[in-house]
């Protein structure tokens, strides 16, 4: 039996041409041709004011922390069901976290119960693009307008994703609308690198610390552009830009990102088709797509009535060779932050902990393979 792995990194087959480019330029740090062909790439495609290239999309969310300048106490509000990174970049920087729940029929944040969990303490709401689906940016903005909130995107899921605004008729890239929009090249996202990350700055009064930020605190990006005639330490900040080899890798998977997410998306419009009839008997949830959100066929999930149907869910398609996978644990319920947190109970983020499974999603997975686990499922259900 030939096992159908639960996710397959694709290299477009240039990865190892451009590094070697990059390697022989002798210019290897970061911040060179590499990086800049990306981050131009980013801005001209999807109209980011400023890109900048980082290690992870944790970075770029630790970057975004720093720059909402989050002060001891400070509270940043989070969905409970999403990854790690995008609670603990505020808590390094002292936040309290306040979790959100997710939305009755979406894991994303419920946006209509965001306003009662916002105090004089309140600093940035974190909106996490689950699934790369865009939540409904335009109340998220409003409510962030009336307090004077910032809105950092976590968009890592999201590369390639649109949200429709008020009118519907206009879709804005996903993470362009928030002050800030974290992206990941994590091997496990559709655009990757192995690891690395892209913070997009949306709002340009952030644009200069930014850059400072990214290069240890330092002014070395005007200087490299003739803007002062020395650098040195100005702020804080960290080592946050990736190396020229991982730029590199990224370049050719952007050169190939239309062929990319076509094929994605005609993998989750067939598992969608397959499915939909079991969906309809009752089986489990489908993917909800929001009307204003577009679907960058980043993951395809399935939402089983309980934790007991979808344990026996992964272990038959396993017993078959199929790897499926669970997601998230609530994050209010984890060890690091249980004791910490207020004891509000957030039922849709734990049912999406207890029930959501995520099916095989790559571009190399082929027809067949997908055929065998869409009938795999149907004998199940029979
Ligand atoms: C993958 C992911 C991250 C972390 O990305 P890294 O590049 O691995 O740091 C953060 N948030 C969400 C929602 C993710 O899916």
Redesign the pocket.
């Known amino acids: 039996m030939i096992m159908i792995p639960f996710n397959k990194p694709y290299l477009t087959g240039k990865e190892t041409q451009y590094i070697e480019e990059a390697v022989r330029s002798g210019k290897i740090s970061g911040n060179g041709m590499f990086t800049q062909k990306c981050q131009a790439f980013f801005e001209e495609r999807y109209g980011f004011k400023k890109c900048l290239l980082t290690t ?4 770029a ?1 630790e970057m975004a922390a720093i720059l909402c300048d989050i002060k001891l106490g400070d509270e940043v509000i989070v969905p409970s069901y ?2 790690v ?2 609670a603990l970049a505020f808590i390094r920087q002292g936040a309290k976290i306040v979790f959100a729940d997710s939305e009755s029929n979406h894991p994303n944040i419920d946006v209509d119960k965001i306003e009662e969990l916002i105090t004089p303490k309140t600093k940035v709401i974190v909106p ?1 693009h ?1 699934a790369g689906m865009s939540c409904d940016m335009d109340k998220i903005m409003a409510l962030a307008e009336k307090y004077n909130l910032l809105v950092v995107e ?1 968009a ?2 999201a590369i390639d994703s649109y949200y429709y605004s008020a009118d519907r008729s206009r879709p804005v890239c996903t993470g362009s609308i928030g002050h800030f929009g974290c992206f ?3 091997e ?2 559709n655009i990757i690198s192995g ?3 892209l913070l997009a700055i949306n709002d340009e009064r952030f644009i200069k610390r930014a850059e400072i930020i990214w290069e240890k605190g330092t002014n070395r990006a005007e200087f490299f552009r003739g803007e002062v005639n020395k650098y040195g330490w100005v702020d804080t900040g960290s080592s946050f830009l990736p190396s020229e080899v991982i730029a590199a890798f990224l370049w050719a998977q952007l050169e190939n990102l239309d062929d990319i997410q076509n094929k994605r998306k005609q993998i989750w419009n067939q598992y969608y088709e397959g499915l939909k009839p079991l969906a309809d008997k009752g089986c489990f949830e489908l993917p909800a797509i929001p009307e204003y959100a577009e679907n960058n066929a980043h993951m395809f999930y399935l939402v089983l009535p309980s934790l007991e149907k979808r344990s026996k869910l992964i272990s038959y398609l396993k017993e078959n060779g199929i790897l499926s996978v669970f997601h998230y644990i609530s994050l209010h319920t984890s060890d690091f932050y249980k004791n910490k947190h207020d004891g509000r109970d957030l039922p849709n983020s734990d049912r999406y902990t207890d029930c959501l499974v995520r099916l095989p999603m790559y571009y190399e997975l082929k027809d067949e393979e997908m055929e065998r686990i869409v009938n795999l499922l149907i004998e199940l259900y029979e």
């Open positions: 992870s999309c944790t970075d969310l999403t990854f990174s995008s996490v689950y976590d890592a899921q990941s090249f994590h496990t996202k690891e690395g990350g």
